[in-house]
């Protein structure tokens, strides 16, 4: 019987040094991801003559992301950026409001030529989400509903 206490003691320590090394290898939680945009939403530029801008948004907020396989509104909103801001051809006209292969690759074009506020280029990922939209041209429209397709608003 004391040769098994040895033994068993031994096991517990290569438990506990298992259990040790597992804690230093498991990876910090991901960050939190902002929210899948589901509209479409109009707001106003802050201009003196009334020029809105159609953004797409996640229960008002514009802290959210669009990815390929999104459909809806908020895939208009950008649909209608990258066609009118950055001549993005490929892009469905009339917009579809679907993100496919087309969007994914108009707004990568699109990334590639953004930079954010310290003038650092942006992610070229493919994902629309809040640095994307903070970087992006938006095409405004007046009040009359006239469309400037050659003005476009840096918000």
């Known amino acids: ?31 939190h991801a902002a929210p899948a945009c589901n509209t479409g939403q109009w707001r106003s530029t802050g201009m003196s003559d009334w020029r809105w801008v159609y953004y797409p948004t996640y229960n008002g907020s514009l802290n959210c992301e669009l990815r390929q396989g999104a459909r809806g509104s908020a895939v208009v909103a950008l649909q209608d950026a990258l066609r009118r801001c950055y001549d993005q051809q490929q892009v469905a006209w009339p917009f579809d409001g679907i993100f496919g292969i087309n969007t994914l690759s108009a707004l990568k074009n699109a990334q590639t030529w953004e930079r954010d506020v310290f003038g650092e280029p942006i992610a070229v990922d493919g994902v629309y989400g809040p640095k994307t939209n903070a970087a ?20």
């Open 1 to 31: 019987m004391k040769s098994r206490r040895p033994l068993k003691s031994a096991a517990g320590m290569g438990a506990l040094v298992l259990t040790t090394a597992m804690a230093v290898v498991i990876p910090a939680p991901a960050a």
């Open 136 to 155: 992006m041209l938006w095409p405004y429209h007046s009040g009359q509903g006239v469309i400037y397709t050659y003005k476009c608003f840096d918000p």
